[in-house]
Nanobody, 120 residues
Framework: QVQLVESGGGTVQPGESLNLSCTASGIIFRVHVVGWYRQTPGKQRELVAQ???????DYVDSLEGRFTISRDDAKNTVWLQMNSLKAEDTAVYYCGAGLYTLRVREANYWGQGTQVTVSA
């Protein structure tokens, strides 16, 4: 059974940081592309960042360098370090894994999501 479990969400003030983690089981993690998505009410889930099995990273342009995605295949874990958080970063963040670039094909496996709220 494949599981992706996210953690690290919470409520912070603007300008603060959070580090989300996603730990996988039931898949050969090291061959998968893993990404972080986010979704706000009434909007489609959108890709935020992805990291390939080679370690190459890819971010959406709007992040302005505030987020960093990383992985440790020995721990089957991917992290999303989020700095200088803004109110517009408020969303449910999901971890997704697949075998192809997540810009072209949606993830095959999903976590349950973790809420990030940025509020003064």
């Amino acid at each position: 059974q494949v599981q992706l479990v996210e953690s690290g969400g919470g409520t912070v003030q603007p300008g603060e940081s959070l580090n989300l983690s996603c730990t996988a089981s039931g898949i050969i993690f090291r061959v998968h592309v893993v990404g972080w998505y986010r979704q706000t009410p009434g909007k489609q889930r959108e890709l935020v960042a992805q990291i390939y099995n080679t370690g190459i990273t890819d971010y959406v342009d709007s992040l302005e360098g505030r987020f960093t995605i990383s992985r440790d295949d020995a721990k089957n874990t991917v992290w999303l370090q989020m700095n200088s958080l803004k109110a517009e970063d408020t969303a449910v963040y999901y971890c997704g894994a697949g075998l192809y670039t997540l810009r072209v094909r949606e993830a095959n496996y999903w976590g349950q999501g973790t809420q990030v709220t940025v509020s003064a």
